[in-house]
Nanobody, 117 residues
Framework: VQLVESGGGLVQPGGSLRLSCATS????????MRWFRQAPGKERELVAE????????TYLDSVNGRFTISRDNAKNTAYLQMNDLKTEDTGVYYC???????????WGQGTQVTVSS
């Protein structure tokens, strides 16, 4: 099983980034896809989640309206479009796949997002 995040980097406040999570080794379409982030000195928090066929999406309150999670089941890839970035969005962003039963969970290695002027 592999989850590989990409698209992180340094961006000024108000800017945008698009994170990708390319996966392999499991049946992507049957897994819930999630993006988490962890800022220095803080606990990891769930940023966004999309169910198996994109029917239900939830967001952390602080990113709602600025971030968009999506998935392409044909490409086994999940995305996180981040707009109007703020300094408090800085952190390592992790992609996670969870089976609907919750019995299996996989994680990527993370990608750094830094929002700074």
């Amino acid at each position: 099983v592999q989850l590989v995040e990409s698209g992180g980097g340094l961006v000024q406040p108000g800017g945008s980034l698009r994170l990708s999570c390319a996966t392999s080794g499991f049946t992507f379409s049957t897994y819930v896809m999630r993006w988490f982030r962890q800022a220095p000195g803080k606990e990891r928090e769930l940023v966004a989640e999309v169910l198996t066929y994109g029917g239900s999406i939830t967001y952390l309150d602080s990113v709602n309206g600025r971030f968009t999670i999506s998935r392409d089941n044909a490409k086994n890839t999940a995305y996180l479009q981040m707009n109007d970035l703020k300094t408090e969005d800085t952190g390592v962003y992790y992609c996670s796949a969870r089976s609907r039963s919750g019995d299996d969970s996989y994680w990527g290695q993370g990608t750094q997002v830094t929002v700074s002027s």
